[in-house]
């Protein structure tokens, strides 16, 4: 074996030590900390792992150049880049997907995928309730929403819980977040039910907020189904999930138009689908994804090591939907 393999070999280990107990600190930290006076401490360690991973890399190109000069290290690079790609491409044409493996950014997905998981995907068959609409109904997904309550009738842009949330005040809002179940959105050839979800949060305490029971299609009602499969897919460009790269939600619907298939979606610990959320400030929403956007299924998972890609990508700090976890009272 030649001498620089021999000792790299002899390196590696203390490095992969390294970044796992850093690793395992943020961990700890993150856990104790969040939320609180200190929480800038797990962001700082974060950080750390990526400035560890540079000074690795950046010993080992330095090192290879005062043995062998700079022009045989940017051959090894090369090579290495190389080997990186062929992994990468043998990867996709095995699990039949040009995204073969992704990261949980977000914990939108709890408990069944916590943030920093490190998903394999695959391009196979989705299972997700199956219905078929015209195009101008999906289009209607999209549209304005009339919504039937104690309060009411009205119409409005983007959806129900959206509005709420971004003004609790009004009556609407007021009979919407105390009994929900009394509300009734109707969107395109949806209507929305939506009942109490209890949320835990990691401090102790217990909350309900409103959350979509069902969706209505056809005189058929669809509850969420836990055993849909999870998948990966990168939003419709201009939306407003496009701006956070792919999307790791379980799939709900699988919609045939015209024999062209599209996806609803939803967070498991999301209180309604992706579709129905909708930033005023801006005037987003979020499209059903086609089948060319869709990456693949999640067919594994490997806890903590998806930490790597999200630090590297600058996603450091977690958002508060962290500390919280829908419990859903009516599931199929």
Known sequence: MPADMKELFRKWPYQAATLIATLALFLITNAVLRGGPLGFIPILLAVLIVVEIFIFVGMEVKEGAQKHGWKHEVVDTIIA????????????????????????????????????????VQGAPIKAHEISMTQAELDSLSGAS?????????????????????????????AFIKSPE?????KGPFTYHYERCDVAVTNGASLTEPCLKSV???GKEYLTNFSN??????PVRGDLFSYVGDIVHRAMFKIDVDGKSYYLTR?????????????????LGNHPP???????????????????????????????????????????
């Not at 009339?146 to 007021?174: H, V």
């Not at 009394?182 to 109707?186: D, G, K, L, N, S």
Request: glycine content about 8%; proline content about 4%; aromatic content about 12%.
């Open 267 to 283: 967070g498991d610990n999301n209180p309604v689908l992706d579709i129905q959320q909708y930033d005023y400030s801006s005037g």
């Open 216 to 218: 209505e299609f056809k």
């Open 81 to 120: 880049l190389a080997v990186a790609v062929g992994i990468w491409y043998g990867m996709s044409f095995v699990l039949n997907t040009q995204s073969p493996i992704s990261g949980v950014v977000s914990c939108s997905m709890l408990p069944n995928l916590q943030r920093g998981d490190f998903v394999v």
């Open 290 to 332: 086609p089948q060319e956007n869709v990456r693949g299924k999640v067919i594994a998972r490997i806890p903590y090591l998806g930490y790597f890609k999200l630090f590297i990508s600058g996603y450091f700090d977690e958002d508060a939907q962290c500390r919280t976890q829908l419990t859903f009272e009516h599931t199929s």
């Open 146 to 174: 009339t919504i039937t309550s104690p309060a009411g009738n009205t119409s409005l842009e983007g959806s129900l819980f959206a509005y709420c949330m971004m003004d609790r005040k009004n009556d609407l809002c007021q």
């Open 229 to 234: 499969d999870i998948i990966v897919y990168q």
């Open 182 to 186: 009394t509300v009734i959105e109707q």
